[in-house]
């Protein structure tokens, strides 16, 4: 149904006549529009810890919570095997001395490696066996050298013997 009037056009001012369709459907025209649908967005559903749909949710993601610790866990190992690979180098010279006076060179503990395993040895100590073999003739540079890659009581040996040497 069109709707006839008469109106004054504000351009000109003249009379215009025109038959326009009626095209509102808002409040009170009789047309349902639920206001979800007028302003074009959908209510979420919440979910109910009490429900099926909740403990799929759960479950899928503590899939994807256990799936990105996996991969940290592999990322860590790595990582530690890689770091653990570079003191490995020095490994390769079955003479520790040279452990000794890189670990004085770099300041830094290092573990060096005997006959029986592994053990720390810090910097101070390097140092003193460093300087006591620098000083020693050729004969008793070998008997050092022997003490140094040997077992970790040779070591220790050793170290009590070179720290009274020094006065410590």
């Not at 490696?113 to 070998?142: C, E, H």
């Not at 077992?151 to 170290?159: E, R, S, V």
């Amino acid at each position: 149904m069109t709707i006839s009037w008469k109106e004054v056009s504000p351009y000109s001012g003249q009379p215009v006549e025109e038959d326009a369709p009626t095209n509102f459907a808002g409040q009170g025209s009789g047309v349902a529009m639920p206001p979800d649908v007028a302003y074009g967005k959908k209510k979420k559903k919440l979910l109910d810890a009490r429900t099926k749909a909740y403990r799929q949710h759960r479950e899928k993601l503590d899939r994807a919570r256990a799936r990105r610790e996996d991969r940290k866990s592999k990322l860590t190992q790595k990582v530690q095997e890689t770091t653990m690979d570079f003191n490995r180098e020095i490994y390769l010279e079955e003479n520790n001395m040279n452990i000794l006076k890189d670990i004085v060179v770099k300041k830094s503990m290092k573990p060096v490696k005997f006959k029986d395993g592994t053990m720390k040895v810090d910097m101070f100590t390097a140092s003193a066996i460093t300087q006591v073999y620098n000083k020693v003739n050729m004969d008793n540079k070998k008997k050092l050298e022997k003490m140094v890659n040997g077992t970790k009581g040779q070591f220790m040996a050793l170290q009590n013997k070179v720290m009274k040497m020094v006065g410590k």
